[in-house]
């Protein structure tokens, strides 16, 4: 059998790298939310959404136009993104504004798009 070039064969556990991270390690609720932001951010109409505010704050309306859809189907992914703590929101008489909700988000989309093109 073939040996794997990523499979680790050494028999030592190394206690000092293992309490380093075991004091480190995050409470399961922490671990689930960051599972769910990720979740969130695992749906391309949700990801051209945030691209899309990442370079300007928009309307529903705009959004729509610009990603081909329909006003509704735009609402419903922002409502996501809402409650996800990704976007936020202004109305100014009957028009609402989205916005990256954050510094945060604005760093992991940049961060991401920047990845890629590694």
Do not use: P
């Amino acid at each position: 059998m073939a040996k794997n070039e990523y499979t680790c064969d050494c028999t030592i556990i190394h206690e000092n790298v293992l309490n380093d991270v075991r004091g480190k390690m995050l409470e399961a609720q922490d671990f689930d939310k960051i599972t769910k932001f990720f979740k969130t951010l695992g749906d391309s109409t949700r990801i051209r959404i945030m691209w899309a505010l990442y370079n300007n704050e928009m309307c529903v309306c705009d959004l729509a136009n610009l990603l081909s859809m329909t006003k509704s189907a735009i609402s419903h992914q922002l409502r996501e993104l809402r409650l996800a703590k990704l976007v936020s929101c202004r109305k100014v008489g009957k028009t609402v504004y989205y916005v990256l909700a954050d510094d945060h988000v604005t760093s992991s989309i940049k961060n991401a798009m920047e990845h890629i093109k590694e």
